[in-house]
């Protein structure tokens, strides 16, 4: 019975350490990020390899999603005889939750496993210690560009994810489906507004920060084995999957 | 890759992406960055029931304008319009709240009138029509006080 108790306390004792060092390792992170020289190189090569990189796969499944939810939307609504709706209906559920939840977790299986990847390869093979005897900080070196990308480059992509969601959606719903163009478009634009905008562009923030943190985090403490980058790279990405959805259900209740 | 060639596939992106950002946030969320466009004058309602900040202002069914805040002065609703410069209206304007349909959104309906004077930003339409409750009118008959 002890032996219970003691196990579990053993635990929470091991993952409240885990959550500070996770705090720690992000409030150094940016402080290292105000100190100069400004990495601009760095951030440039991030933004391309998490925005740009990742345009073709979220623009994929932004379009699919559109059409998709066209699709099924129209059938519910025609029973109400309320096609008319369907623009509105694309529009918010694109801008408010499956914009940011999918182009995020898109980001997170593209360039969140390769980030962890990568910091990983580099702790194991004492690259990162090698970069400490030169005197260039690891921390300011390779964490904080890959944090600035991640924050400027995700809500840009979930900017075009809705954008060509929304199109997507057009695309079924007035081509295919027949709902008029105009009641399309102007059910879109009634719809909308700043506030469902804004907790869109918040919540792609959000989860720019969490997929950069979590995925550094795991990446620059990996053990030194094939086996620890291996489950470091799992562990990050279920870590940030997960983090994605709940932190987008306490957002969402949140803004509303 | 070249460095040049990096910042010019990043800069293309970063366009892209803020493109996208400002029609969603500009033509979609409404959000007015430029005023100057438009001048404010105000109408005091019975009841703005339905009536949000953005809804649309409509002559003849052609939009003028929008909606910019309704606030409550003693019982009555005080509603801001923000009309396009380009639209004049006089003293004698009538502004009635309008339903889309019968369970579509509310709208606020001018009929700009003629005679009097300009309407001057900061002015106060005098006849207004607040919206048809269609539950007060329903309930009316029901109790029999239509004759």
């Known amino acids: 019975m002890t032996n219970v108790i003691e196990r579990l306390g053993a635990w929470a004792v091991t993952r409240v350490g885990e959550m500070g060092r996770m705090l720690l390792f992000l409030l150094s992170a940016f402080a290292w990020l105000a100190r100069p020289p400004l990495r601009f190189h760095q951030i440039m090569k991030q933004i391309h390899f998490i925005g740009y990189r990742s345009t073709f796969v979220v623009v994929l499944t932004a379009g699919f999603t559109g059409m998709v939810l066209a699709l099924q939307g129209y059938y519910s609504l025609r029973k109400f005889g309320s096609e008319g709706l369907l623009g509105s209906a694309v529009a918010l559920s694109m801008i408010r939750e499956l914009g940011p939840v999918l182009a995020a977790l898109m980001v997170t299986a593209r360039a969140g496993s390769a980030m962890t990847a990568e910091i990983g390869i580099m702790r194991i093979t004492e690259q990162i210690d090698a970069l400490d005897t030169m005197a260039i900080n690891p921390m300011q070196?390779?964490?904080?560009?890959?944090?600035?990308?991640?924050?400027?480059?995700?809500?840009?992509?979930?900017?075009?994810?809705?954008?060509?969601?929304?199109?997507g959606g057009s695309l079924v719903g007035v081509d295919l489906l027949g709902v008029s163009e105009g009641a399309y478009w102007n059910s879109v634009q009634s719809a909308v507004e700043w506030k469902d905008v804004y907790g869109g562009i918040l919540k792609s923030v959000s989860f720019g920060l969490i997929i950069s943190w979590v995925c550094c985090y795991k990446g620059f403490y990996t053990r030194q084995s094939a086996e620890g980058l291996g489950s470091a790279t799992t562990e990050a990405v279920v870590l940030s999957s997960v983090l994605i959805l709940v932190g987008d259900y306490i957002l969402t209740s949140l803004l509303l | 890759m070249e460095k040049t060639k990096l910042e010019m596939v990043v800069g293309v992106f970063v366009l892209i992406g803020m493109v996208c950002l400002v029609y969603l946030s500009i033509k979609l969320g409404k959000l007015e960055i430029i005023g100057g466009a438009v001048y404010e004058v105000e109408a005091q309602f019975n009841s703005a029931s339905g009536l949000k900040p953005g809804s649309a202002i409509e002559i003849a069914g052609v939009e003028v304008g929008r909606v910019r805040g309704i606030t409550l002065i003693e019982d009555r609703a005080k509603v801001k319009l923000a009309v396009n410069n380009?639209?004049?209206?006089?003293?004698?304007?009538?502004a009635s709240i309008k339903t889309r349909g019968i369970i579509g959104e509310k709208f606020l309906a001018l009929s700009p009138g003629g005679g009097g004077d300009p309407l001057k930003p900061g002015d106060t339409i005098r006849d207004t029509e607040s919206g048809?409750?269609?539950?007060?009118?329903?309930?009316?008959?029901?109790?029999?006080?239509v004759k």
């Open chain 1, 141 to 167: 070196y390779l964490i904080a560009p890959k944090l600035v990308a991640a924050l400027i480059g995700v809500p840009l992509l979930v900017a075009i994810f809705d954008v060509v969601g929304i199109y």
């Open chain 2, 132 to 145: 048809l409750d269609l539950e007060e009118l329903v309930s009316q008959y029901v109790h029999g006080k």
């Open chain 2, 86 to 94: 380009t639209v004049k209206l006089y003293t004698d304007t009538f």
